[in-house]
């Protein structure tokens, strides 16, 4: 349908949306009460279609991985970096014309008293607090030190598609080297801050320079953990690039692998290197993969997806010793491995903030507007401990969106605009063609509500705590998934209910 020839108001139910197109590109039209709003179809995170989500105040949600676009200028809250194009709109005689094309406008100086930030850790939250800065305005200075040596990287898809082989390494950096100096963002990359005087907010890096800021963000993330028993040293991890291409080098077509741990990481690798045509064997403590923190039905879900797929379980058991082209299990088998991965867990890198005297617990600690315990340093992403509205429980996650969300609303803060962190934690983790979409906190849940059906790959998982549903998990309910998560974060628990209830 061709927007700028008009289309009629009533065909737009209130609320509603309507797609079309204008510009030879696909809009979305929405309608909230007498106004219409028109923006691109598409997500910029991964092209998700907007039409499929939901509109929630003046935002319109991606229904595969929650990015949230503003209504009114389109910009776009994590994981989405880019905003979606909006068009004006014009209503005559009962019909509505999409009309021009808006440019997006320059962000306004703003003033503030910080004049340079410091940002250590150059991942997802890192790199969202730098261009929430310059998107609001900012003209200081804003340096991000990172450990690793490449950009800021898509780091989900380590162990998705670019591990699979469907995705090539061009796909990987969330942004070139080029968008960093265009938007005078000093990147050091390769390079550890050591030390931290958080008196002074000087950091000392691993080469002994020193750089001293008004504002620090910490988003130095988290890394994994690795295996003692003897031999173990040759074990993969997965956590950057270069991990994931290293197993990449192993992964040769007919070579046998073992995977450490039904972690949602080790199971992703199992899917990615079965892709590649290897044999796969996952061997855990765990008597059903996933078991903990999703709940046995996913799990035994889980487990039986994979094993269509090929792949072999030894669960219930660990492994003793490493030795030669063979993994020793505690139960004493032997098996076969040209290359062993290990996907057993991660540790925060609170390193730096322990020299630095601030408050760590499990991470460092953050008051809901993610400043630290020293004034003026913040935290965010995988590192931070911080306080969970939902739950009402001070809680880590270690999920993408809730990082990038994190470094956008402490960029704010640090910049001075009070903004409390109320996102709902979300994450997403994808097997074969089915993606698990987890809206929430369960931990410590005492009940489990399954709703759907796990053949017809439409199910719904909800935890509760007592009587309170502290979080979701969906397979093909990706609508059912926003709403809940919009639910959330209004506190209202009689809605969750609702959407829960309506799933059959
Ligand atoms: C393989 C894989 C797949 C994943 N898949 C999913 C998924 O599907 N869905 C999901 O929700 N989440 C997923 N995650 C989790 C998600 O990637 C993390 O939650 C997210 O990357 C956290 O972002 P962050 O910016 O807090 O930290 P990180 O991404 O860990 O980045 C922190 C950076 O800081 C650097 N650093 C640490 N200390 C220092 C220092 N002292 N000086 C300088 N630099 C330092 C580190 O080297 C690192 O580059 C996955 C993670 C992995 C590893
Ligand atoms: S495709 Fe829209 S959030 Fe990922």
Request: with cysteine; proline share 15%; net charge negative.
């Given at each position: 349908m061709d927007l700028k020839s008009g289309v009629a108001l009533?065909?737009?139910?209130?609320g509603g949306m309507l797609t079309g197109e204008a510009d030879g590109e696909n809009v979305v039209l929405v309608r909230r009460g007498g106004e219409i709003f028109a923006v691109?179809?598409?997500?910029?995170?991964?092209?998700?279609?907007?039409?499929?989500g939901i509109v929630a105040g003046d935002t319109i949600r991606c229904p595969w991985h929650h990015a949230c676009f503003d209504l009114r200028t389109g910009a776009a809250t994590a994981p989405a970096l880019n905003p979606i194009p909006v068009w004006d709109v014009e209503q005559r005689d009962g019909r509505v014309f999409v009309t021009t094309k808006r440019e997006i406008p320059l962000a306004a100086p703003m003033q503030t008293n910080v004049k340079s930030v410091g940002i250590v850790g150059a991942g997802v939250a890192g790199n969202a607090a730098a261009e929430m800065m310059r998107r609001e305005g900012f003209a200081g200075g804003i340096t991000i030190i990172g450990?690793?040596?490449?950009?800021?990287?898509?780091?989900?898809n380590l162990s998705k598609e670019y591990l699979a082989g469907s995705?090539?390494?061009?796909?990987?950096?969330?942004?070139?080297a080029d968008f960093y100096r265009a938007q005078n963002i000093e990147l050091i990359t390769?390079?550890?801050?050591?030390?931290?005087?958080a008196t002074t907010k000087t950091l000392t890096l691993d080469d002994r320079s020193t750089r001293t800021f008004d504002a620090i963000l910490l988003a130095t993330g988290s890394e994994p953990v690795r295996l003692s028993p003897?031999?173990?040293?040759?074990v993969h991890v997965l956590r950057t690039l270069r991990d994931s291409r290293a197993i990449i080098a192993d992964a040769a077509k007919g070579k046998r692998a073992v995977v450490l741990g039904a972690s949602f990481i080790g199971l992703e690798v199992a899917a990615s290197l079965r892709a590649r045509e290897v044999e796969v064997t996952v061997v855990a403590?765990?008597?059903?993969?996933l078991a903990k923190t999703m709940g046995v039905e996913i799990g035994a879900f889980i487990r039986r997806l994979h094993e269509e797929h090929g792949v072999r379980f030894r669960l219930g058991t660990t492994v003793a010793t490493f030795e030669g082209d063979r993994v020793i299990l505690a139960t004493g088998e032997p098996l076969l491995a040209d290359f062993i991965v290990a996907g057993v867990g991660v540790r925060p890198n609170t390193q730096l903030a322990q020299i630095g005297g601030l408050a760590v617990d499990h991470g460092i600690i953050v008051d809901e507007f993610l400043?630290?315990?020293?004034?003026g340093i913040y935290a965010a992403g995988d590192v931070a401990h911080y306080p969970d509205r939902f739950s009402g429980k001070n809680v880590r996650v270690e999920h993408w969106v809730a990082a990038g969300r994190q470094g956008q609303t402490a960029a704010l803060n640090i910049l001075g605009?009070?903004?409390?962190?109320t996102a709902a934690p979300f994450f997403w983790s994808a097997h074969y063609d089915v993606t698990i979409n987890y809206t929430g906190n369960a931990a410590g849940y005492d009940g489990v509500e399954v709703r759907g059906s796990f053949d017809d790959r439409r199910a719904l998982v909800a935890y509760r705590s007592g009587a309170r549903v502290t979080a979701v998990a969906t397979i093909g309910l990706d609508r059912e998934s926003l709403l809940i998560e919009r639910a959330m974060e209004d506190g209202d628990q009689q809605a969750v209910d609702r959407i829960v209830a309506s799933i059959t």
């Open positions: 009533h065909e737009i139910a209130d691109g179809a598409e997500c910029t995170h991964y092209h998700g279609p907007l039409a499929d450990a690793e040596e490449t950009v800021p990287i898509d780091r989900p995705a090539p390494e061009e796909w990987m950096p969330l942004r070139d390769g390079r550890r801050a050591m030390l931290l005087d003897p031999g173990a040293g040759r403590p765990d008597a059903i993969p400043q630290t315990s020293a004034p605009r009070r903004t409390p962190h």
